[in-house]
């Protein structure tokens, strides 16, 4: 006489799968219930995250600009000033 199942350790692997299963689902009811309605969250943090990176840059700009400025005027001729000499 046969037995009707050929592997009973399938038994397991259907188990463990069925608990990975549910545990996956938990983890999604979870995520949704911090979420909430905000559908686009990650959106949201993306266009957050951008707006900050752009500040950055503009104040890294006007810092680099106002250090220009305190360092003086460079002492090279530039080619565009008009030099007046005089001879007395």
Same mark, same amino acid.
């Given at each position: ?45 993306? #266009?957050? !995250? /951008?707006? %900050?990176? *752009? ?5 890294? #700009?006007? !810092? /680099?600009? %106002?250090? *220009? ?20």
């Amino acid at each position: 006489m046969e037995s009707k199942e050929k592997n009973p350790h399938n038994y397991r692997t259907v188990g463990y799968s069925m608990i990975l299963v549910a545990a996956s689902l938990v983890v999604i009811a979870l995520l949704y219930l911090a979420i909430g309605d905000d559908v686009l969250y990650s959106d949201r943090v993306s #266009k957050e !995250k /951008q707006f %900050e990176y *752009k500040q950055f840059l503009e104040e890294m #700009k006007l !810092k /680099q600009e %106002e250090e *220009k400025a305190a360092e003086g005027r460079n002492l090279s001729v530039n080619l565009d000033e008009s030099m007046e000499v005089s001879n007395p």
